[in-house]
């Protein structure tokens, strides 16, 4: 069978197992029903303010590393939460396939809001990159957790739902979220932006706790997995490699050599380890969506972070004009998570995901037009309003996907196989842009409101028109997620 004609049977339903670890809903209730409403809007709105948190802070960052002196540092407010996330990740898909997800949702959130107060009241920027690394550690904890979480409270039936309900969290914090954060910066002071989110985070802990307890607080079938130690320091492994080859990709210099190979021979073994068996070559079925998901993920992300660059220092619009270019993307990449969500198009599944990388794809290459200065400014937003809708298509139905090819005792270690490959995607693809970005006479950006004026036209192209391929091989990556 093709793996763009509709699934098989196999596919379709969930496993014994997967079904017995389930606890029953009445037939044709929904995540707002009675049985799952208290859960649903528990979880969704953690991820609402982890969302809102994500967009909320970059706005505030570079005046935060200029009143601590730190702008030397700035880089690593961001690469600290990125590597310990990968460590999260997996501690996470251990701990949820050894005891459960509970613990690990509840520890996440607890490092996720102890670094947010170590930032918000750091004296010095070292401090401040401190809290973001325990953040970044709770992050890591909490995302596969409620992956986990997913396949553990709700039926297959559900699943797509909730999961376009995250995507759709995602909406007004990115419209939002940096006018407030801005507001809130220029009013009160950007330790309020990372002191004031914790204060939230009680009331859906409180919601929620209790019906995961119920639902998913026991590890698959009743049997504790045996823990392992080996994993553990693959992710260890990962981390170090992953900030190691990112410090090199920043300083473009002989020396950078040294920490790109020690990068590269912690990082290459660790993700072999790490990531299912045949992920590099795209082997049918639950390797491939492990794959595509970083492809997916990686090309955009690593685009995405250059355009209001671009349009600053190109064709001179105003940081705020620029970051609202992309403003429409999140209505939608949410209204793409829907489409993939109806019970009607699930036999499509495969061809609504190749449908998205290439729009994915085009949308990326299109980015770049505008700096022919005859291309109106717009046709970004237009653009990239479309290969957002593609991304909400992928990244939701690889989720689902997920889940489906995975037993309740593999759901966490795969959770955090998916992250992974989003992660570590993400930071491969943004280091290998910013190096092409710098060589080619890219400019620096120093703080939120400047941009370096030397940035060359070709620079930007070298960025985007390498995405856009990387984004090609995504869309026939999407024919290979059914095993023959």
């Known amino acids: 069978m093709s793996a763009l004609e509709p699934r098989d049977a196999a596919v379709a339903d969930t496993s014994a197992a997967d079904a017995s670890a389930v606890p029953p809903a009445p037939d044709g209730e929904g995540v707002l029903g009675r049985s799952y409403r208290a859960l ?13 948190e994500a967009t909320a802070v970059g706005t505030a960052m570079p005046v935060a590393a200029r009143e601590l002196d730190g702008v030397s540092l700035y880089a690593f407010a961001f690469s600290g939460y990125f590597t310990t996330s990968l460590f999260g990740m ?47 550690l709770g992050g890591g904890l909490v995302i ?48 309020w932006v990372f002191v004031g989110i914790p204060v939230l985070v009680v009331f859906p802990l ?56 020690a990068g590269a021979a912690l990082l290459v073994p660790a993700a072999l380890g790490l990531l299912p068996r045949g992920t590099y070559r795209a082997a049918r079925g639950l390797p491939s969506v492990v794959l595509l998901r970083g492809v997916a993920a990686g090309s955009f992300v690593a685009a995405e972070s250059f355009v209001p660059l671009m349009l600053v220092t190109q064709r001179g619009l105003s ?11 999140g209505g939608t990449w949410a209204l793409g998570s829907f489409v993939q969500a109806r019970a009607r198009v699930e036999p499509y599944r495969d061809r609504l995901m190749t449908l998205g ?54 759901a966490g270690a795969n959770s955090a196989a998916l992250q992974i490959s989003d992660g570590l995607s993400n930071v491969l693809l943004l280091s290998a842009g910013g190096a092409a970005f710098a060589a080619l006479g890219g400019g620096t950006v120093t703080d939120a409101a400047t941009a370096a004026s030397g940035s060359h036209p070709a620079a930007f192209a070298a960025v985007f028109l390498p995405m856009a391929a990387v984004a090609l091989v995504g869309a026939w990556v999407t024919t290979r997620l059914r095993e023959r």
């Open 206 to 261: 409180a919601l929620a706790l209790p019906r995961i307890r119920r639902r998913a607080g026991r590890p698959a079938a009743g049997v504790a997995a045996p823990f392992d130690a080996h994993r553990i320091r693959l992710a260890l492994g990962i981390s170090l490699g992953a900030a190691l080859l990112q410090y090199a990709a920043q300083d473009l210099r002989a020396l950078s050599l040294v920490p790109a190979v």
């Open 90 to 136: 997996v501690l996470a898909g251990q701990w949820s396939d050894r005891g459960g997800p509970l613990g690990s949702l509840t520890a996440g959130i607890a490092a996720f809001a102890a670094g947010l107060l170590l930032s918000g009241t750091a004296g010095t920027m070292w401090l401040f990159v401190l809290g973001r690394a325990v953040q970044g």
């Open 319 to 329: 940081p705020t004009l620029a970051g609202f270019s992309l403003a429409a993307g």
């Open 357 to 410: 990388m290439v729009l994915v794809a085009a949308a990326i290459a299109a980015a770049p037009s505008v700096l022919i200065d005859a291309v109106p400014v717009w046709t970004v937003a237009v653009a990239w309003a479309f290969g957002c809708f593609g991304m909400g298509l992928v990244i939701s139905s690889s989720s689902v996907l997920l889940l489906h090819l995975s037993a309740p005792e593999e």
């Open 40 to 52: 649903s809007i528990g979880i969704v709105s953690v991820v609402l303010l982890i969302a809102f």
């Open 144 to 191: 596969v957790a409620l992956y986990v979480v997913v396949g553990r409270a709700y039926p297959g039936r559900l699943r797509p739902a909730i999961m376009a309900a995250f995507a759709a969290c995602w909406v007004i914090p990115s419209i939002v979220g940096p006018l407030a954060s801005g507001a809130v910066t220029e009013h009160l002071g950007w330790r």
